[in-house]
């Protein structure tokens, strides 16, 4: 039940008045037109002062402050004001809803506050450890060297190799973290263009032809001889490509195989990259992109790379404003798949350089 000051002045006037009427009844020298005039003046009387009370020394305090609350709810919580064409509420209502939305807000950003206050330490944590890996290599290598091994020519040089390894998987991490950096804060931008995907997967298969070999993994790329056009940034989508199909590899039994195919529906194209590795555990599947999260952390200076591969992917997917999807079987396999807008046709784009050096030569 809605009750304003008004309504709440006038029951008190009422109440008021009848306590006066029956007072006076009580006392018979009385006549019955001054008891209806007494009834009158007592209720005006009543019903004035009560509503001046609550106006003035109630409703007035209460209203400001809700006033005062509102000059500090935040813009979201200013939208949720009710609706002018509604009856206002009673203050105190009003007040206990403010105050209880006001509540639960700012108990969501307590809890957003904390969880990204255990990502941060989480996140440091990892790339000390990540840092500290190929550091230590490289430094246990030079100072070995330094102490008297440098004087043997195969010792010299095999340990310079593994020292230039280690700062080369130093200089990828700092690359890959450079480059997650930029793109949460919107300093690297999607070029967009048409092109042919199915083209710029066989690059990308060449690119690792050499690193299947090594692991007897065939890489097969079905309908190779289709066009799939799309529209994205051919650099970017060439990075995420070369992320899923390596990863297939590496994580794919030796004599394994990998697969890469396209389906073409709607206005989109989806590509896939199946392999039948090990699979990931439906644990890991929700994680598996989050910066340096490994299913297998106790092989994964084996397995080598900086564990920011999949949340490269995931962020360049998101600039398409798409996303990278994964279904896995433990034992059986796992596919990636993301969804690109279609593209016009266009001709290849290394087709079209290789004309130019033929018309130049």
């Known amino acids: 039940m809605i009750i304003n000051s008004r309504g709440l002045a006038l029951l008190l006037a009422s109440v008021i008045a009848l306590i006066t009427v029956a007072f006076l009844m009580l006392v018979p020298s009385i006549i019955n037109e001054a008891l209806v005039i007494a009834f ?29 609350l509102d000059t500090i709810k935040d813009q979201e919580l200013a939208n949720l004001t009710k609706p002018a064409n509604k009856i206002s509420l009673n203050p105190l209502k009003r007040i206990n809803r403010d105050i209880y939305t006001y509540a639960e807000n700012k ?48 010792v010299r040089t095999k340990f310079l190799k593994k020292a230039a390894k280690s700062l080369d998987g130093l200089d990828l991490l700092v690359h890959d973290l450079l480059t997650i950096s930029q793109m949460e804060t919107g300093e690297i931008k999607m070029h967009f ?31 190779k001889n289709e066009q799939h056009f799309v529209k994205g ?9 070369m992320n899923l199909v390596s990863n ?43 910066r340096f999260y490994r299913v297998e952390k106790s092989r994964s200076k084996e397995k080598g790379g900086t564990g920011l591969g999949l949340a490269i992917v995931k962020h360049i997917m998101e600039g398409h404003d798409s996303s990278v999807n994964v ?27 290789e004309d130019e050096e033929d018309d130049y030569a």
């Open 193 to 223: 263009e048409n092109f042919d995907i199915a083209a710029l997967t066989k690059e990308v298969i060449d690119q690792l032809e050499g690193k299947a070999e090594k692991r007897r993994i065939t890489v097969t790329l079905e309908g």
């Open 233 to 241: 940034d051919y650099q970017r989508i060439y990075q995420v490509m």
């Open 40 to 68: 009158g003046i007592s209720f005006c009387a009543a019903y004035i002062l009560i509503r001046l009370v609550l106006e003035f020394l109630f409703f007035r305090h209460i209203n400001s402050i809700h006033e005062a």
């Open 107 to 154: 108990q969501r950003e307590i809890q957003e506050l904390k969880r990204m206050e255990t990502f941060r330490r989480e996140f440091i944590a990892d790339v000390s450890h990540e840092l500290k890996t190929p550091i230590f290599a490289a430094q246990g290598f030079v100072h070995t060297l330094l102490d008297g091994a440098v004087e043997d020519k195969k």
């Open 327 to 353: 279904e896995s079987e433990v034992d059986v396999g796992s596919i990636f798949s993301f969804k690109l807008k279609k593209g016009k046709p266009v001709a290849h784009r290394f087709a079209e350089e």
């Open 248 to 290: 297939a590899i590496k994580y794919t039994r030796k004599e394994g195989e990998v697969s890469i195919y396209f389906e073409e529906r709607n206005n989109e194209v989806t590509t896939f990259v199946k392999d039948n590795g090990r699979g990931i555990p439906p644990k890991d599947l929700k994680r598996i992109f989050e």
